[in-house]
């Protein structure tokens, strides 16, 4: 850097006091969410796009000119100092420039807000996450209904790896525990007849005595990529300037190839783009005329402003062409989540500009690329508000899943408005919690309510739910499951019910299936990543234990076990800078 780092501290310190005086002769009551930026010279910025082998080959990538201003900091800790290189000191000064190459270091002070509300949309060195408030004890005589709607998204899992593959922990209120767990596949029973079949199994806690956990998993029905639906699929892709760097456009134009490759010959694609205005890049085209949809997506260049509203009301026009009872309409958006022109601006105003298109059967999936102005809170609205499913995409490996492995299974949906209730007996269970699934909750006076939305599930889809609880008494029965679902094109749901027997429970953790061990090493990872008061005192290295003995050759699980290993090598080090500074 070209100043020392005590000179720097100085400079702040001094900018700070400026502006504290400044204020006071101004307004008794100044903003609590005072903020200053300032920039000073400092060494180029870590790279922190996917690695090499992470990308497509370079012969399909096209190079990109290089970025423009940093668009934000990585890393930061509200009422502190925010600046340095990513993965830094974690506490006083912290940080590094995402995506920038200006020469320039972006400075941020910002006041510590007094109260987080429940639903706050957070801003964390410029990607917005919005916060919950994870579930509580819920005492059985007072309530003894846990109602909520099913979620496969997986955003929150792939995001917080790429924020710790680049040495930082995930912002806390990224981490939604259901997104972590329904990443991973589980092998449930296959239904034989039915849409889905449902798994119940239940264990002792292993973060202390006298507390279980039980698990509610869902399989969907397996439908072949031949026996699926003719698809229309409209790919809405962000072109504005935000997206230029390697690990968006460029990323997201492969995806788009992967997607098209994996298509039936009765397919349909369209391209629809948007920056300062939209444009219609591709009309209606069969699946089978890859070369012309492959120089489609080849044409695409980054520059502008964000107009997301205009492009999804195009978008959604192309769609609604081809919705029918036969056909599978999805529009699929692939953007950073900037949005900061036109008419539209918030997801309500979006999706409500689009809602009859909704209503008729257009499905939504949003993906997410890159770091720095990434709005989650926007892209998982979006994609619940549009009847669909939420990605994040970090590296071409992760593409591949979502728009090759999982294809037929986003695009196939074989039950909609799915809601899951768990009725608790009081006589067997004192307190119970539901591990995530905030944002997805239902009133308990909405579950036969058919008009009220709830979630999708794909041919082959994973569900899976974990309660924490507290046994009591002798009682067999320690809960009905029901579950109430529509068919894809119908109107009226149906509800079916399932016992969940105490026998269901294992005399110990080690005697259950892997598969519930695994979910619960996920889901008490993330549960502590996001500060769970219900978490404290629990720790990464039983969760590790838990993960290590439960891969069973599988990548994806060892590589999470990688993940929790830098998860608790960060808590650690956070830790003792904290411990240092007292």
């Not at 990607?127 to 997986?154: G, M, Y």
């Not at 973060?207 to 639906?229: A, N, P, T, W």
Request: hydrophobic share 35%.
């Amino acid at each position: 850097m070209s100043r020392s780092l005590p000179h720097r501290l100085s400079l702040w310190a001094s900018t700070v006091l400026a502006l504290g005086l400044s204020a006071g002769c101004t307004s008794r009551n100044p903003p609590p969410e005072a903020e200053l930026v300032m920039k000073v010279p400092a060494a180029p910025p870590a790279e922190v796009s996917p690695s090499r082998e992470e990308l497509p080959p370079p012969a399909e990538a096209e190079e990109q000119p290089a970025a423009e201003d940093s668009e934000a900091v990585e890393g930061g800790v509200e009422g502190e100092v925010v600046g340095g290189v990513v993965g830094g000191v974690l506490g006083g000064v912290l940080g590094g420039t995402v995506g920038g190459s200006s020469g320039e270091e972006v400075l941020a002070f910002r006041a510590a807000p007094s109260s987080m509300p429940k639903h706050q949309p957070q801003a964390t060195s410029g990607n917005s996450f919005e916060a919950h408030t994870p579930n509580a004890f819920t005492d059985t005589r007072a309530d003894p209904l846990s109602t909520f709607a099913v979620d496969v998204d997986t955003a929150s899992y792939s995001l917080a790896r790429r924020y710790l593959k680049q040495g930082s922990l995930p912002p806390p209120e990224s981490v939604r525990v259901e997104e972590f767990v329904n990443y991973f596949k589980y092998r449930y029973s296959v239904p034989e007849k039915d849409s889905f079949s449902v798994n119940l199994e239940g264990a002792p806690s292993p973060f202390g005595k006298g507390r279980y956990f039980l698990r509610v998993g869902i399989q969907g029905k397996q439908v072949s990529r031949s026996q699926r639906k003719r698809a229309h699929l409209v790919f809405l892709v962000d072109t504005s300037g935000s997206m230029q760097s390697g690990d968006k456009l460029p990323l997201a134009k492969e995806a788009m190839k992967l997607a098209v490759k994996n298509l039936n010959e009765s397919d349909t694609v369209a391209i629809v783009t948007y920056a300062g205005s939209t444009q219609d890049v591709l009309p209606p085209t069969p699946a089978t005329e890859q070369e012309r949809i492959y120089a489609a997506i080849d044409s695409l260049r980054s520059g502008g402003g964000t107009a997301m509203g205009s492009g999804m009301q195009l978008a959604y026009r192309h769609a609604m062409k081809k919705a029918s009872g036969n056909v599978v309409s999805r529009v699929i958006v692939l953007t950073d989540g900037d949005t900061n022109i036109g008419p539209h601006l918030s997801p309500e105003s979006i999706l409500e500009s689009v809602r009859g298109s909704v209503s008729e059967g257009v499905t939504l999936t949003t993906v997410g690329f890159g770091m720095g102005n990434y709005r989650d809170d926007l892209m998982e609205k979006l994609a619940d508000q549009g009847n669909g499913n939420c990605f994040y995409v970090d590296t071409y490996q992760e593409a591949r899943k979502v728009f090759e492995t999982q294809l037929t299974g986003t695009l196939e949906v074989i039950a909609k408005d799915v809601k899951l209730q768990v009725e608790f007996d009081s006589a067997a269970v004192r307190r119970y919690r539901l591990v995530g699934y905030e944002n997805r909750d239902v009133a308990d006076r909405d579950f036969r309510n058919d008009k009220v939305d709830a979630g999708e599930i794909g041919a082959g889809h994973n569900v899976t739910a974990l309660y924490e609880v507290e046994l009591t008494g002798e009682q067999q029965t320690l809960a009905t499951v029901r579950i109430r679902a529509k068919a894809p094109n119908g109107a009226e749901a149906a509800e079916q019910a399932f016992p969940f027997e105490r026998s269901r429970v294992r005399s110990s953790l080690e005697s259950a299936s892997p598969d519930f061990r695994f979910a619960l090493a996920v889901a008490s990872t993330a549960d502590i990543l996001r500060h769970s008061p219900s978490a404290q005192g629990w720790s990464l290295a039983t969760a590790l234990k838990l993960a290590e003995r439960t891969t069973e050759g599988q990548a994806e699980r060892a590589e999470f076990v990688k993940l929790v290993t830098q998860a608790q090598a960060l808590t650690s080090a956070t830790a003792s800078h904290a411990e240092s500074k007292r």
